[in-house]
């Protein structure tokens, strides 16, 4: 195919000049407006503008200048359609062969955080996505290109005349894509202006981009990738690897989970070690290198193989406390430069830095034929939500142990049960069948510091077995929902032991 006309009329201008150089120099005619007109111009590129074209200025700030039979005729007409074909002629119609065109920056608009409705309105653009669209639907005898990282393949294409149909294809999917994603993002920001905050879409859409391919999934025989929320601004979607080998699939679920566990804590350095999603030892410490010692040493064992988080940076000194032991990732928000090189000698180790999001996200689960959405379980309760259900009110240590215990059951699967001090995890059980097996894995865990632990329960006891295992392994004080039938049964085990029961009235199911 030969490209005789293109019409360049790009937000992005990252290589615009360059690429418009090299079609000028092959004898392509160029049309342009506004602000690309005016860098071309400025580059020494000969140039006519859409007004020239279509005879009419641009107007209304610019909302109208490409809305036009000559630029649409130019783009639409089926060239080897007589009636097409009669038609440009008897309207002074000339065919545009390419059209490079990329869109408003609107989703970079509302992410500024101060940003206006008013604004964000005025940077929804209605002339690019109607050329591109046009462009992709007439992929047989039009070139879309909407992407600047494609302009030196199609320059070369151009010069060797290869633009072919399957080429032109490839190039219509990407655009339609691009409007897509693009109309996509326009009706989530619309969807959130119209919505009450506590209730959900009516159809709810997202747009995802493929940030890289996995080598498998959770197993190897099943294929995975990684995807980026477009709407997001940080997390787990924009880690910064800087050393190790590639993540996994599974790598990249544990991270999320060790990630929001050690970001429940903002007052003191906190490290989170994960296994399987569920945490194996989390402790707050003064320093960063207290916090990890305390987290490893709650369990050593299944920490092997770990997935370590912390909320503070990685300091040299925690890194060469880390360094003689195995684990596949080490995340922080940032990892100094003496950090890295101690456990950069380690070959396959992953060092991940990831910035913070505030973004507030809804939570997606797959289902066949459907979707599951809900928000995130963001619930923190303090001692002041709390109601004492027994005889014996609780000390201040013992509140500070199940404030802390109460923070971590959130983040393990349920069933779950955490054993804990102030500030360091004793024993969890977590995805168990019934509670009281949970339990037991959670005291047999902790052996002899489960004398004066604190014990925290996702959810209520539909029986008081539980309490009376946490009793007899000597546990002091216990925090849980309440809300069962058979309250009263825990309350009365509970005094039996003199331990001392807390109700929170939420309850924090984690099943996936």
Not at 54 to 65: A, L, Q
Request: glycine share 8%.
């Amino acid at each position: 195919m030969e490209i005789k006309r293109a019409l360049l009329s790009v937000s992005d201008k990252t290589g615009i000049v360059e690429f418009a150089q090299g079609l000028h120099e092959l004898g392509v005619e160029l049309i342009s407006t506004g602000g690309t007109m005016q860098q071309l111009k400025a580059a020494g590129i000969p140039v006519i503008s859409v007004s020239e074209i279509t005879g009419f200025p641009e107007m209304m700030d610019g909302r109208v200048k490409t809305l036009h039979p000559k630029v649409h005729g130019g783009i639409l007409a089926i060239r080897d359609n007589p009636e097409h074909v009669g038609a440009m002629k008897a309207h002074g119609i000339t065919g545009i062969d390419l059209v490079v065109v990329n869109l408003y920056p609107f989703r970079e608009t509302i992410a500024k955080p101060d940003v206006t409705r008013e604004e964000a309105i005025e940077n929804i653009d209605i002339g690019g996505p109607s050329m591109v669209r046009a462009a992709a639907k007439n992929y047989k005898y039009v070139a879309i290109v909407v992407d600047p990282m494609q302009y030196s393949e199609v320059l070369e294409k151009v010069n060797s005349n290869t633009l072919t149909e399957d080429f032109r294809l490839a190039l219509s999917q990407k655009a339609f894509l691009h409007t897509g994603l693009y109309d996509c993002a326009i009706a989530e920001y619309l969807t959130k202006q119209v919505t009450e905050k506590a209730s959900m879409p009516v159809v709810y859409s997202k747009s995802f981009t493929k940030i890289q391919d996995l080598r498998y999934g959770e197993n190897p025989h099943q294929k995975a990738a990684f995807y980026r929320d477009t709407a997001a601004q940080g997390g787990i979607a924009f880690a910064k690897q800087l050393h190790g080998k590639e993540l996994s699939y599974n790598n990249i679920v544990d991270m999320e989970a060790a990630w929001n566990l050690a970001h429940e804590w903002k007052e003191r350095p906190s490290c989170v070690i994960v296994k399987h999603t569920n945490p194996c030892g989390t402790a707050l410490g003064n320093t960063v290198l207290e916090a990890f010692e305390r987290a490893f040493a709650a369990d050593d064992k299944s920490a092997f193989g770990g997935i370590v988080a912390f909320n503070r940076e990685l300091d040299a000194e925690t890194a060469e406390a880390m360094k003689p032991i195995f684990f596949e990732v080490v995340m922080a928000p940032t990892i100094s430069k003496d950090a890295l090189e101690i456990l950069g000698t380690k070959k396959n180790i992953r060092l991940i830095e990831i910035p913070e999001t505030t973004t507030e996200e809804l939570q997606l689960r797959k289902v066949s034929g459907g979707l599951l959405v809900q928000t995130a379980d963001d619930s923190s309760e303090t001692r002041e939500d709390c109601q004492v259900v027994t005889e014996r009110v609780p000390t201040e240590e013992e509140w500070k142990a199940m404030e802390f215990a109460w923070k971590i059951v959130k983040h393990v699967k349920s069933n779950a049960i955490v054993l804990a001090g102030t500030d360091v995890t004793y024993g969890i059980g977590a995805g168990q069948m019934n509670r009281v097996g949970a339990a037991a894995i959670a005291i047999q865990e902790a052996g002899e510091k489960s004398k004066g632990a604190a014990l925290a329960s996702d959810a209520f006891f539909p029986f008081g077995d539980t309490i009376e295992a946490a009793g007899k392994a000597g546990v002091t004080c216990v925090i849980q929902p309440g809300g069962s039938i058979r309250d009263q049964e825990s309350i009365d085990m509970a005094n039996k032991y003199n331990i001392t029961m807390v109700f929170t009235g939420h309850r924090h199911f984690r099943h996936c």
